[in-house]
């Protein structure tokens, strides 16, 4: 369990400077630890979703997508109607024998 924890919480910390570089800020350890590392990757997907940015978004279900896959269109859900389809998707998941499968769809030029 120590191990899941420790590659969970790495996980988490690469998902963090990705994100910090999506945004122009710099990663650091203590926002980490205070906005990130207890916050759920569901609410993080969420409030990203609201705010309409998909590169953003695409790095946290790329990432995180097993903790994700349930609420894919929910969280998709809060995509600002104003943002065109066609920009996320690619985040739609694959539907296999009526169940959500655990991939996504090839990106759209």
Avoid at 62 to 74: A, S, Y
Avoid at 77 to 93: E, G, T
Wanted: glycine letters at 2%; one cysteine or more.
């Amino acid at each position: 369990e120590k191990l899941d924890h420790l590659a969970s919480f790495l996980v988490k910390m690469g998902t963090f400077d990705l994100l910090c570089k999506s945004w122009s800020v710099d990663p650091e350890m203590e926002k980490f630890r205070e906005l990130f590392e207890k916050a759920s990757v569901s609410e993080l997907a969420h409030n990203i979703a609201c705010r309409g940015d998909i590169q953003a978004l695409s790095i946290l279900f790329f990432r995180h997508r097993v903790d994700i896959l349930v609420e894919v269109f929910e969280i998709l859900r809060d995509v600002p109607l104003s943002i065109h389809m066609q920009s996320f998707i690619h985040l739609l998941p694959v539907l296999q024998k009526e169940s959500v499968a655990d991939q996504f769809l090839p990106a759209v030029e």
